[in-house]
């Protein structure tokens, strides 16, 4: 699985849409970028993935460059409970058997302030 | 729905102790896994499931064993513990159907970890 790059920690203003980066200038046609967070203490949760195309959710958008190189994870109103550490994956799309179990690196620890 | 559960959430343990780590999924996915999380660091795969009676090594299966009899339960066997199993630990569980399927369906949900102390 392509390696991906995040800045070790990020501040955002509360009401402030947050921009949080990652890299992966080594991702392969067929991997997907995922985003997961993972609130102190508790278990990691999934929050948005996508391809190539921008994609939406109710908790965030994701903005993928067009040469696939690195994207964006877009909250769009933080508020103080989306303090966490952030992690963006990049996995390949699986089909027919065989699990895989997710690379986490260190992630992006974003701090939203009051 | 209570989505994944452990047991359980704290337990400290002697050197040479055995334990088992208890996990349950009640949304019917075919695949499961356990991971560990040391401090500081992101995630690492010990085992995973794909299925009753199927198991894999995952990054890191030394000093672990599992066994899948059910769908919904996953436990985690410690033998000997060691104090370099001192960690918080997550179970997760994705649908995982096979062919053709969405990556939709990869998606992994966790459950709240155990945290592990051995002294």
């Known amino acids: 699985d392509a390696k991906t790059t995040q800045p070790p920690s990020m501040d955002c203003a509360e009401g402030r849409a947050a921009n949080l980066p990652c890299n992966h200038s080594?991702?392969?046609?067929?991997?997907?970028v995922y985003w997961y967070r993972q609130i102190h203490s508790q278990g990691p949760q999934y929050i948005i993935h996508g391809l190539k195309n921008n994609e939406t959710n109710e908790m965030a958008s994701l903005i993928i460059t067009e040469d696939r190189k690195s994207s964006t994870l877009i909250l769009p109103h933080a508020t103080l409970r989306d303090t966490a550490v952030y992690y963006c994956?990049?996995?390949?799309?699986?089909?027919?058997?065989?699990?895989?179990?997710?690379?986490f690196g260190k992630g992006t620890h974003l701090i939203i302030q009051p | 729905n209570a989505g994944v559960t452990q047991t359980p959430k704290f337990r400290i343990l002697k050197i040479g102790q055995s334990m088992t780590l208890q996990c349950t999924q009640d949304?019917?996915?075919?695949?499961m896994y356990w991971y560990r999380q040391d401090p500081g660091m992101g995630l690492k795969l010990i085992y995973y499931s794909v299925g009753a009676g199927i198991t894999d090594k995952g990054e890191v299966p030394n000093g672990y064993n599992v066994s899948r009899s059910t769908t919904e339960d996953f436990p985690l066997r410690l033998e000997l513990a060691a104090p370099s199993q001192t960690s918080v630990y997550f179970c997760?569980?994705?649908?995982?159907?096979?062919?053709?399927?969405?990556?939709?369906?990869?998606?992994?949900?966790f459950g709240p970890g155990t945290r592990l102390t051995v002294l």
């Open positions: 994956i990049v996995r390949p799309r699986r089909s027919g058997g065989g699990a895989d179990g997710l690379t």
């Open positions: 949304m019917n996915h075919n695949y």
């Open positions: 080594t991702i392969s046609g067929n991997e997907y």
């Open positions: 997760a569980s994705s649908y995982g159907a096979s062919g053709r399927a969405s990556v939709g369906t990869d998606t992994q949900y």
